[in-house]
């Protein structure tokens, strides 16, 4: 069933408070709304409230073994959501939050079991966008809130984005300008020992180990239900088919392009530091060779590439390191 999707701005005070306003009137009404946050752009409903959850899932697509993450706008409201709160989640809250920092822990009682996918651990995370804050303290209860986009698809950035993929599906975008960090925010476990990393973001392992002093990456895969979203094979997907190269020169990533039938015409090249001639190619894109100005952008680039009708898009391998960690982990899951 469609509906009329509104798309509003912030741009003024006056604007923002009635922003602010028909939001929250829609969602203690239990609707889903689009809303910005830092990172990318969430699509939030009342966590507390299953059938609102479950509408969630049925704009996106959403398979409901991948949970969501919680967005609250204090500590007393992250407490509240879990089930225990150790010091760890003390010393990271007074260190990274707001900001682009989820952590895992075991699951209260009030948050309803679709946002965890039936798991015993929920991810929470204080976002830094103050309309997201203004609208959480104005609901007075956290906001469950994946990527405001079809499911595994190319995360939004900016309203445009939004608007793109859920017109007709939603009946409100909060149009919050574009996102600032443009990657999806580094989750940590800290239901385990020692804490570890499911899913890396802007916020490296270094300035997390700084605060915890122990600290283990990658996502365990042992069966049991996932503890966070972007563990996915497949996730972050543009509609053309994406691979990750590096080569000498522009003979050798013409040669790449042809080894897996590719035509130029129809082929979108994003690089940072290998620069090809733009002829013969649909689509060059240049980015800065700097992690956090790569990760501001990527989304961005891959939805003109979709927008362009790429068939190939060929990304240049992002050097290796924690600063590129991120990065790294969402074009191979969108090559997938």
Known sequence: MSVKTEVI????????????SRAAALLLAGEAVALPTETVYGLAANAFDAAAVARIFEIKGRPINNPLIVHIANLEMARGCAAEWPAAADDLARSFWPGPLTMVLRK?????DLVTA????????WPSHPFMQAVIRE????????SANLSNRVSPTNAAHVQK??????????????????????????????PRILRPGMLHEQSLAAVLGELALGELHD????????????????????????????????????????????????????????????????????????????????????????????????????????????LRRAAA
Request: charged share 20%; glycine share 12%; proline share 8%.
């Open 9 to 20: 701005s912030t741009e003024t005070p006056t604007l923002f408070a009635n922003a602010v």
């Open 108 to 112: 209260g009682v009030s948050i309803a």
């Open 118 to 125: 039936g798991g015993k651990t929920v991810g929470l995370r």
């Open 139 to 146: 609901c007075g209860f956290p906001l469950a809130a994946p």
């Open 165 to 194: 993929a859920l017109n007709g599906r939603v009946k409100l975008i909060v149009d919050g300008g574009q996102s600032q960090v443009g990657i999806e925010s580094t989750v940590l476990d800290l239901s385990v020992r020692p």
């Open 223 to 330: 069966g049991s239900v996932l503890k966070s979203p972007g563990q996915l094979p497949k996730h972050y997907a543009p509609k053309g088919r994406l691979m990750i190269a590096s080569w000498s020169d522009d003979d050798a990533l013409k040669a790449f392009c042809a080894r897996h039938g590719g035509k130029p015409e129809k082929t979108n090249v994003i690089v940072h530091t290998r620069i090809p001639a733009p002829e013969g190619w649909a689509r060059v894109s240049v980015i800065p060779h700097d992690a956090e100005a790569f990760g501001r952008s990527i989304y961005g680039e891959l939805h003109a590439c979709d927008d362009s009708g790429a068939e190939l898009i060929i990304v240049e391998a992002p050097p290796e390191g924690a600063a590129w960690r991120a990065i790294t982990d969402r």
